[in-house]
Structure formats: C-alpha cells, structure tokens
C-alpha cells in the first residue's frame, strides 16, 4: 500500500530563517505531487505541482521554491521565512495527473514563523 | 473561472441526527467535485468523489452527497452523526483541465454535540 510521510510534525522559526520541508511517498512509482498551504480562518491554497523529477510549476508567487530531486521526494524551501509564512503545509499525491484523479494527503506540517 | 462556496463555516448538530453540509460550486464546465474531511492536526483524508458518474456518491464513514447539475450544488449528508464525525470538511471543485482549475471552498467545521 502507499503512504505519504511529511516531517517535521511541527517547527517554530524566527523571521529571515531558511527553510525546508520534506515530503516522501511511498509504494507508488512516478506519482504527481503537490503541495498545499492552509492558513489559519482560510482554505487551501496550492502551492506547488510536481509531474515529474525536476519538473516543478508554480501556482503563487511567494518566497518558497519547491524542488523534486528524486521521483517521490518533494522539498519545499524558502531563503528567509515571512511572518506570513505561517501555517500548515499538506504534501498530497496522485497516480494521474489530470485533476480528476484523487489527492492523497499526509499528515501536514504546522510552521510557527515568529 | 469557477469558484465554490461552503455555505455554512460552521455547523453543529446532535449526535445521533443526520448531518447536512452544504457546497454550491461555479462552474463553465462539467466539473469533477470532491468532499475531504480533515481532523485536528490531521492531513486531509477522502470520503468521496464525483466525476460525471452516478449523481448520488456514496463515501466512507456513511456519507454521501448528491450532484444536483440545476442547482449547481453537491451536498453532504449523513443519516446518524458520530461523535467521530467532528472535524473540518472541504468541498472541492475540479475541471480537469490542470492546476488552475482546482479550487478548494474554505472548510465548514462540523461539531457534535453529545
């Protein structure tokens, strides 16, 4: 079967501090991967997608970056964290990268930018 | 563009009696649409989805929702609520067509009382 492990749990940074999360899959070759950012009152807010190694789209532009340097690692980084970076970040996958395929989700990393 | 409204942010019901969450979606084209479900400080998990199939989908834990194409909407209902029902829900609207087509509404947060 497949899981999806994102660390850390949680993370308290101050402003200006680098920053990196990571997100693996396993038991699946080649997924799509995502990630998502939900912001304390709002909804989710897609980050980044991944159809491939290397290949990484953007869909906000905002201070992170998010790299794929193997087939089920995304990495999801900034240089210098906002205060408004703060939320709860979800690496999610799916087998077909057409939207109407089902997400699977991780369980989420909470960020504290202080 | 499309666009999906949870018309409730929060609802609360007893346990015991049947849960109804609502979602009205925007849509120039025949939409995929999906309900997750999200714990405390948990990822987000699936419990069904709709794409161009039968109207009526039935999830997991007993939910289902119904696609009503007139009235553009794509409720969620459950007969009998469970203490463990309690958590967050988000409907979410697809067009298949790439990342800027999925849209997340902004979650309706559903309480229990026992």
């Known amino acids: 079967s497949q899981t999806i492990h994102q660390w850390p749990a949680t993370l308290v940074q101050p402003v200006g501090s680098p920053l990196s999360l990571e997100c693996t899959v396993e038991g699946t070759s080649n997924p799509n991967l995502y990630w998502y950012r939900q912001a304390a009152g709002r909804g989710l807010q897609l980050l980044f997608y991944?159809?491939?190694?290397?290949?990484i789209s953007s869909e906000v532009p905002q201070n992170l970056s998010a790299s794929r340097p193997q087939d089920r690692q995304f990495i999801l980084s900034s240089k210098k964290l906002l205060l408004s970076d703060s939320g709860f970040y979800l690496c999610a996958w799916s087998v077909q990268p057409v939207w109407t395929d089902t997400q699977y989700f991780g369980p989420g990393t909470r960020l504290t930018v202080l | 563009a499309q666009s999906v409204t949870q018309l409730d942010s929060h609802v609360s019901v007893s346990e015991g009696t049947p849960v109804l969450l609502r979602c009205n979606y925007s849509?120039?084209?025949?939409?995929?649409l999906f309900w997750y479900v999200q714990h405390p400080n948990k990822g987000l998990q699936l419990l069904l989805k709709?794409?161009?199939?039968?109207?009526l989908v039935k999830g997991i834990n007993g939910f289902e929702a119904e696609f009503k194409k007139s009235e553009t909407s794509f409720h969620l209902t459950k007969p009998s609520a469970h203490m463990s029902d309690a958590a967050e829900y988000f409907c979410?609207?697809?067009?298949?067509?790439?990342?800027?087509?999925?849209?997340f509404g902004k979650g309706t947060h559903l309480i229990i009382q026992p």
């Open positions: 709709y794409t161009s199939a039968a109207t």
């Open positions: 991944s159809v491939g190694i290397g290949q």
């Open positions: 979410v609207v697809s067009l298949g067509g790439g990342a800027d087509g999925l849209t």
């Open positions: 849509s120039s084209y025949s939409p995929s």
